[in-house]
């Protein structure tokens, strides 16, 4: 018996045509779709500033080709579209089933939004104390109170600010009957619902090794065949492009994650117990996942208006690149005081793009007069001087400020057609186990810190070498922090690659990141290492003034870097 939960949604913007793809593909219990990422709850309260609607209405388009399918076939709909207003994104449901002939239970979900609450502003990531006023703050529900929707017989659930893996734990919990001491499941649960959530990256999308992927224009989407002991078997519908695979797999499993240890509001999933094995042709089975109690907290991300900025972005060609960027600051710099604004970010790219941001509480400040002041040096600046951006206005941007509150304190509600129904009582907090088993047998490695041989000084034969050619990579974004994930596909490999890829080794071969702290944790039943570079992106990704705000690029620059790479690994 397993309960069949597909993913038809990864982000806000998300291909439309998936929901009918993976409704009409092949046999499935529930869709799911994952609409609300970090930068999206900011942009529906733009859009709720504004007089638009505070959820995502692109989730309305794609139930419009479903919704009927799916009432036929008992098929259950569960996504996080609601935003900052399920009740509303219920009620258009409502309204768009009407117009469709169709009658179906619709819930949703809130006690999220705990804007204009007495919070403790202290950022969980700097220990700083916020002294503005939040535009949104939102909990992190678990999957409760969408499991309590479903057993009271919703056929559409909607909800606001939950965990991404919620969607697919929600169902398991309504399926299976996991009570809160269902440690395991639970957390097996979680595991395939981080691995599904962004849809096409589980199956081949954004993959290190491309190559390797069949068919990626016509990328399938994934889903989860969840089984009642919380293990899952991850793949897609048949005849569809992509692959699943152990690697495919890994890819997504170290995308967005901090320590082994992998909080949420139903349970503590453990990382490091994660078994992957084939199953079949794009079938790859998730087992082994071990589960402690959940924290006496929720996390909340909580979103403020930083102020105004502007960015001008110059390019450089030919030769003295560094010379040429200090020219064209100095020019600019003449003309409007690089002291007249709070703050400034230039940028210089390696492959020649000069980026000057600046930001001010104050939206004239930071306006025209800078875009205006860049291209009046266009005739007296450096050679072969031309620019990407036009001379314009300053735009809004929001600050991101994760805070932790008191699980008890969050009251998640559920309304079944407009009436409430019960939600169970949130797990009580635990303490964390002291040890578990690993899955496999413990891997020998040399210390972290231990330099790596980048000669063949001992007798050793190397291969001088880019670095992804043995190893993949994902990276991305948590709030103000990049992470970093790598793997590798044989234990000998990882063994080399845990005494070799050290913090500071990392921040040699991507001397950008030598200002910052990281954080290495070691994962080798996934044959992987993770890296969390703590203030990399700043105040968030709406602040942050990177080219690359969410560091998705962060892994391939890694892996285009060259390293002595012993030849007995390569083969």
Known sequence: MTLRVANCSGFYGDRLSAAREMVEGGPIDVLTGDWLAELTMLILAGNRLKGRPGYAPT????????????????????????????????????????????????????????????????????????DATPLTANAYLGGRPIAAALSAGADVVVTGRVTDAALVTGPGIWRYGWGPGDLDPL????????????????????????????????????????????????????????????????????????????????????????????????????????????????????????????????????????????????????????????AVDVTLTESGLLR????????????????????????????????????????????????????????????????????????????PATALPDPEPPLTSPPAERSARTDDEGGEETVWMPLGRVVG???????????????????????????????????RLLPHLAPYRVDRYELPNLKALNFVVHGLLGRGVAASPRMDPQAKALGEELRARHVHVPAALLG
């Open 187 to 342: 957390a097996g649960s979680v595991v395939a619902g981080h691995i599904i959530e962004c849809g096409c990256q589980a199956t081949g999308g954004n993959y290190a090794f491309f190559q390797d992927v069949p068919d990626l224009a016509h990328c399938g989407f994934p889903l989860a065949e969840l089984r009642p002991d919380g293990s899952a078997v991850i793949t897609k519908h048949p005849g569809t492009g992509g692959l699943v695979s152990v690697g495919t797999v890994t890819a997504q499993l170290v995308y967005e994650l901090g320590g082994p240890r992998y909080l949420g509001p139903d349970v503590v999933a453990r990382f490091d117990t994660i078994t992957l094995a084939d199953d079949g042709p794009d079938r790859v089975l998730v087992s082994g996942v071990r589960g402690e109690p959940p924290p006496g907290t929720l996390k909340v991300a909580v979103n403020y208006l930083g102020g105004y900025r502007n960015t001008m972005t110059l390019v450089l060609t030919g030769l003295d690149l560094e010379a040429k960027a200090r020219v064209a600051e100095e020019a600019v710099w003449a003309r409007i005081p690089r002291e007249s604004f709070d």
């Open 59 to 130: 989730f309305l388009r794609q139930l419009e080709d479903v919704l009927g399918p799916c009432l036929d076939r008992g098929i259950k709909i569960v996504a996080n579209a609601g935003g900052l207003d399920p009740a509303g994104c219920a009620e258009a449901v409502h309204e768009l089933a009407a117009r469709l002939g169709l009658s179906p239970a619709v819930a949703h979900v809130t006690g999220d939004d705990l804007t204009g609450r007495n919070l403790d502003l202290v950022n969980a990531d700097t220990g700083e104390r916020l």
């Open 356 to 431: 000057i941001t600046v930001m001010d509480a104050d939206e004239r400040a930071a306006g025209r007069a800078f875009s205006a002041a860049v291209v009046e040096t266009g005739l007296a600046s450096y050679p072969g001087f031309y620019g990407l951006t036009p001379p314009g206005n300053s735009s809004p941007y929001g600050i991101y400020w994760p805070v932790l509150v008191p699980a008890a304190e969050v009251r998640p509600q559920a309304f079944l057609d407009g009436t409430q129904i019960p939600v169970p009582a949130a797990p009580a907090p635990g303490e």
């Open 473 to 507: 990579a994902r990276s991305g974004d948590k709030g103000g922090n990049a992470n970093l994930g790598v793997w590798t596909s044989t234990r000998e490999r990882y063994a080399w690659l845990a005494g070799t890829l050290t913090p500071d080794r990392l921040k």
